[in-house]
């Protein structure tokens, strides 16, 4: 079977996702509500529910606009402390 490259794959696969495609967002994700709701308000914390309403003026590109913000980089700060780095020398 001949390997497809990325443009010959997106051709071939476009039928399949019709229009829709744009505006399919992840639902039940663990960190993307939480991420799209910081990096729009600077609130702590997120829904999926909170999330659609934020992109509500993007119906129909909400993947897209999901993805350009987290390109964007505004991220939630991570709150716990990394755990400490041990010796293993003494191992």
Known sequence: MPE???PELRRSCA????EAAAGALSLGDLHLPV???H???GAR????ERMLQLLEPYAGQRHR???LIL????L??????RAPHSRIARL
């Open 76 to 81: 939630p700060n991570r709150r716990a402390h």
């Open 45 to 48: 914390g997120g829904t999926d």
């Open 71 to 74: 390109l964007g980089g505004r």
């Open 35 to 37: 991420q799209i709701t």
């Open 39 to 41: 990096a729009l308000t």
């Open 15 to 18: 039928p399949c996702l019709g």
């Open 65 to 67: 606009a999901a993805r």
């Open 4 to 6: 497809s490259t990325g």
